[in-house]
């Protein structure tokens, strides 16, 4: 049997719905219909349904949507219902500002180390964490099966950085620096470019 394929850009809108009814649940709602929780999130109903049938029928008709079911099934589908060990690479101003961010555990994303290759740096604290020599990565990375990299690290030393975390079995990256990654095939990439979406932005201004 062909594996379906879902587009892209609708996996890309499931963290939003997540986090939006995660949101709606703290207010003690346990139902919401497709209108609703559209208009909370920002896109019709129409989209919102077509969205999640990718994935199966989640609603009722004339009663709309179970919350605590609906998160459970998002969470099963972002696989989002275990603990992902995660690493840091580059100890600057936002690998640090990430090592110290508190919710990462709160939905799943264990950091277990952050690396830099900066003799300055390497041993000091950064809020739970301590500064790991980079050319320990690979070995890091296999003993607790990390999957996960957050790349902060300079343009120059990005694709090097990236090449031997696959080598070791990283498969996921979460990109700071502002270059394009070549990277396999099976290997997933999301970049985030500040520069890029302001300038996006003040297009519009």
């Not at 029928?57 to 603990?83: C, P, S």
């Amino acid at each position: 049997m062909q594996k379906k394929i879902i587009p892209d850009i609708v996996i890309g809108r499931l963290p939003k719905y997540l986090q939006t009814l995660q949101q709606i649940k703290e207010k003690n709602i346990y139902t919401i219909s497709s209108s609703d929780l559209g208009e909370e999130i920002g896109i019709s109903a129409a989209q919102l349904r077509k969205d999640l049938s990718y994935f199966g029928e989640f609603g009722k008709q004339g009663t709309g949507y179970n919350i605590n079911i609906l998160i459970n099934q998002l969470k099963i589908i972002l696989k989002a219902d275990r603990v992902w060990n995660v690493i840091i690479v580059g100890a600057g101003d936002l690998g640090s500002a990430l090592a110290r961010y508190q919710d990462f555990s709160k939905y799943g994303y264990n950091i277990v180390s952050i690396f830099d290759t900066s003799e300055e740096k390497i041993g000091k604290s950064i809020g739970n964490y301590t500064i790991e020599n980079a050319k320990n990565m690979a070995n890091k990375v296999k003993l607790f099966d990390v999957k996960i990299a957050m790349i902060t690290v300079p343009v120059s030393e990005a694709q090097n950085v990236v090449d031997l975390l696959i080598n070791a079995g990283v498969s996921a990256f979460l990109n700071y620096a502002p270059i394009f990654l070549h990277v396999p095939e099976y290997v997933k990439v999301e970049s985030i470019d500040p520069i890029s979406q302001l300038q996006h932005m003040t297009y519009y201004l």
